[in-house]
């Protein structure tokens, strides 16, 4: 495992995240803020991808998709670890 000291940037710590490219859908209880669930494809989870083990919240930045699989516009959501864990 590799620490970069001064930043919270980990690697290894990832476990059970989805990736980069991967699809969730986010129940609106989850993510910090906005109404109702929201569905993204993934282009980025944490900082720069990397997340500690143990961390509440995540950010994750993607494309909002319609319930239909359209691409809505870039969106960034603050969003509880346990929500996404697989």
Do not use: F
Not at 9 to 17: E, F, H
Not at 70 to 80: E, F, H, I, S
């Amino acid at each position: 495992m590799q620490v970069a000291l001064g930043r919270w940037a980990v690697t290894g710590w990832r476990r059970n995240l989805p990736q980069p490219g991967d699809t969730v859908t986010i129940k609106e209880a989850d993510y910090c803020y906005g109404q109702g669930d929201i569905r993204l494809r993934l282009t980025a989870v944490g900082d720069g991808g990397q997340v500690p083990e143990g961390a509440e919240w995540v950010e994750v930045h993607g494309v909002e998709l319609t319930s239909d699989g359209r691409a809505r516009g870039p969106r960034y959501a603050l969003v509880r670890a346990s929500a996404l864990r697989r």
